[in-house]
Nanobody
Framework: QVQLVESGGGLVQTGGSLRLSCAAS????????MGWFRQAPGKEREVVAA????????YYKDSVKGRFTISRDTAKNTVYLQMNSLEPEDTAVYYC?????????????????WGQGTQVTVSS
């Protein structure tokens, strides 16, 4: 079991930045690939970024490439999502997730553990 707790969401204007954090507790953090998902009202939950167990492989959704950066700090058992140049279309609840799959899991079904979510709202 691993417990995930997100923080860092909030309200920001278009063009602003936020950094989301996800603190993991429980089993060895380095055993899990980690991902950030988001879900806007009325839409499916979608993967935004994902990072492999060792951090050597990273995936980004096309619409966030060049704006978002995922990283992990094994010493702190924490994964981050730095979000720059935010747009109203980025407004959603953001979820941190952990996966026992190898590589970079990109689908919701491949993730075993989920945080409670943190709201990100970008005003125009």
């Amino acid at each position: 079991q691993v417990q995930l707790v997100e923080s860092g969401g909030g309200l920001v204007q278009t063009g602003g930045s936020l950094r989301l954090s996800c603190a993991a507790s429980g089993r060895t953090f380095s055993s899990y690939a980690m991902g950030w998902f988001r879900q806007a009202p009325g839409k499916e939950r979608e993967v935004v970024a994902a990072i492999s167990r060792g951090g050597g492989s990273i995936y980004y959704k096309d619409s966030v490439k060049g704006r978002f950066t995922i990283s992990r700090d094994t010493a702190k058992n924490t994964v981050y999502l730095q979000m720059n140049s935010l747009e109203p279309e980025d407004t959603a609840v953001y979820y941190c997730a952990g996966s026992t799959y190898s590589g970079i899991p990109r689908t919701r079904a491949e993730y075993n553990y989920w945080g409670q979510g943190t709201q990100v709202t970008v005003s125009s």
